[in-house]
């Protein structure tokens, strides 16, 4: 059997609109459809600062912000040519976003990897950064250092981009808010990176595949603990057609990261789970169907979670012993809860829809 990658992924782009709404027991917190513009595929990732302010970005080359929590939004950018893949604000002014590249999805041009804003998105410019050429970006992850600046405590940040699907392997750092980046290859460690998740400055977990050719691929998960300089091969599955595609760490020592198969005879479909900070993982089950392709993960403790998948939603409240099939739209690629300063949980949920938990 022969697949090619761009084949294969570009299916998961070219899925059909749909629209259902999350309904949950009664009086429980439950997923919500917001009302945005329709999009005809997956769209990749949402971020917000505090309960109010938001972006969230797709492959129309499109950034739109909210101001009310979601319930009503405003495009910021819409760029033809572009396809933003991922989004982190590090405060109400100052964000990034990245996109997927050329030579993958069809009809995109724009060759520049990053670009930014320090206005809350009124204005967005390329990045430049030193080190090897990025092709493209698909996940951005910000570390928050608390620090002692002239006798007052102060807050640095950290931005840890990976790239990308369909290869090469690279990572871009920045340990100064954004201001300077490096990038760096990650080809001798994996050959495709889709997420990462910075415990803090040294330690982090990256979602990346053995190899180029995803029909040969397994899924793989990478560990560093020196700030993304050097990393080592902490799980890899032994089934081809599949990668580690996203990872949500509840608390620093327990995380799970979804394994994507796209071999259509898998009807077994799997998640790793650690309990020692990424250090080891092993593989539970997520439910029994092909057509199940998992994507985004999220999880509000070691318990309570939530996957996504092509054509549905899946929860546990038991640390992935059990799970309930949920409406979560479909193709739910990233999920992501925050607390406000009375630590009540929020979360937002993007694919073909946006979710508000």
Same mark, same amino acid.
């Given at each position: 059997?022969?697949?090619?990658?761009?084949?294969?992924?570009?299916?998961?782009?070219?899925?059909?609109?749909?629209?259902?709404?999350?309904?949950?027991?009664?009086?429980?917190?439950?997923?919500?459809?917001?009302?945005?513009?329709?999009?005809? /595929?997956?769209?990749?990732?949402?971020?917000?600062?505090?309960?109010?302010?938001?972006?969230?970005?797709? /492959?129309?080359?499109?950034?739109?912000?909210?101001?009310?929590?979601?319930?009503?939004?405003?495009?910021?950018?819409?760029?033809?040519?572009?396809?933003?893949?991922?989004?982190?604000?590090?405060?109400?002014?100052?964000?990034?976003? /990245?996109?997927?590249?050329?030579?993958?999805?069809?009809?995109?041009?724009?060759?520049?990897?990053?670009?930014?804003?320090?206005?809350?998105?009124?204005?967005?410019?390329?990045?430049?950064?030193?080190?090897?050429?990025?092709?493209?970006?698909?996940?951005?992850?910000?570390?928050?250092?608390?620090?002692?600046?002239?006798?007052?405590?102060?807050?640095?940040?950290?931005?840890?981009?990976?790239?990308?699907?369909?290869?090469?392997?690279?990572?871009?750092?920045?340990?100064?808010?954004?201001?300077?980046?490096?990038?760096?290859?990650?080809?001798?460690?994996?050959?495709?990176?889709?997420?990462?998740?910075?415990?803090?400055?040294?330690?982090?977990?990256?979602?990346?595949?053995?190899?180029?050719?995803?029909?040969?691929?397994?899924?793989?998960?990478?560990?560093?603990?020196?700030?993304?300089?050097?990393?080592?091969?902490?799980?890899?599955?032994?089934?081809?057609?599949?990668?580690?595609?996203?990872?949500?760490?509840?608390?620093?020592?327990?995380?799970?990261?979804?394994?994507?198969?796209?071999?259509?005879?898998?009807?077994?479909?799997?998640?790793?789970?650690?309990?020692?900070?990424?250090?080891?993982?092993?593989?539970?089950?997520?439910?029994?169907?092909?057509?199940?392709?998992?994507? /985004?993960?999220?999880?509000?403790?070691?318990?309570?979670?939530?996957?996504?998948?092509?054509?549905?939603?899946?929860?546990?409240?038991?640390?992935?012993?059990?799970?309930?099939?949920?409406?979560?739209?479909?193709?739910?690629?990233?999920?992501?809860?925050?607390?406000?300063?009375?630590?009540?949980?929020?979360?937002?949920?993007?694919?073909?829809?946006?979710?508000?938990?």
């Amino acid at each position: 059997m022969h697949l090619s990658r761009k084949s294969i992924w570009s299916f998961s782009f070219f899925i059909l609109l749909f629209a259902p709404t999350s309904y949950g027991q009664q009086g429980e917190k439950t997923w919500k459809k917001l009302m945005t513009d329709p999009y005809p /595929g997956k769209q990749d990732d949402i971020t917000f600062v505090n309960p109010h302010l938001g972006w969230y970005v797709n /492959g129309y080359g499109a950034i739109y912000h909210t101001q009310d929590g979601g319930e009503s939004w405003a495009k910021q950018l819409e760029q033809k040519g572009t396809f933003f893949r991922c989004i982190a604000f590090v405060d109400s002014l100052t964000g990034f976003a /990245g996109t997927v590249g050329t030579d993958y999805f069809p009809n995109v041009t724009d060759t520049i990897p990053l670009y930014g804003t320090t206005d809350g998105g009124k204005t967005w410019l390329p990045v430049p950064y030193k080190g090897p050429y990025v092709k493209g970006l698909c996940a951005i992850d910000v570390v928050a250092e608390t620090y002692i600046n002239h006798g007052v405590l102060d807050v640095r940040y950290h931005l840890y981009g990976v790239w990308r699907v369909g290869a090469p392997a690279n990572i871009m750092i920045s340990n100064d808010g954004g201001k300077t980046w490096q990038s760096q290859s990650m080809e001798q460690y994996g050959k495709m990176l889709f997420d990462i998740k910075m415990l803090d400055t040294k330690n982090g977990i990256a979602c990346s595949a053995s190899d180029a050719d995803i029909s040969k691929s397994n899924a793989l998960i990478l560990r560093t603990s020196d700030g993304g300089k050097t990393w080592v091969n902490v799980y890899q599955s032994d089934r081809p057609l599949e990668t580690a595609w996203k990872v949500s760490f509840a608390d620093d020592m327990v995380g799970y990261a979804t394994i994507q198969s796209y071999d259509p005879a898998n009807v077994q479909q799997r998640i790793a789970k650690t309990v020692d900070g990424g250090m080891t993982w092993t593989e539970i089950n997520l439910c029994q169907d092909a057509a199940a392709r998992e994507f /985004g993960i999220g999880f509000i403790d070691a318990d309570h979670g939530f996957v996504g998948t092509m054509n549905s939603g899946y929860e546990t409240r038991d640390g992935g012993s059990t799970w309930s099939k949920i409406d979560l739209g479909r193709a739910c690629n990233k999920i992501r809860f925050y607390r406000d300063k009375s630590d009540k949980v929020y979360g937002y949920a993007i694919g073909v829809d946006v979710m508000k938990w």
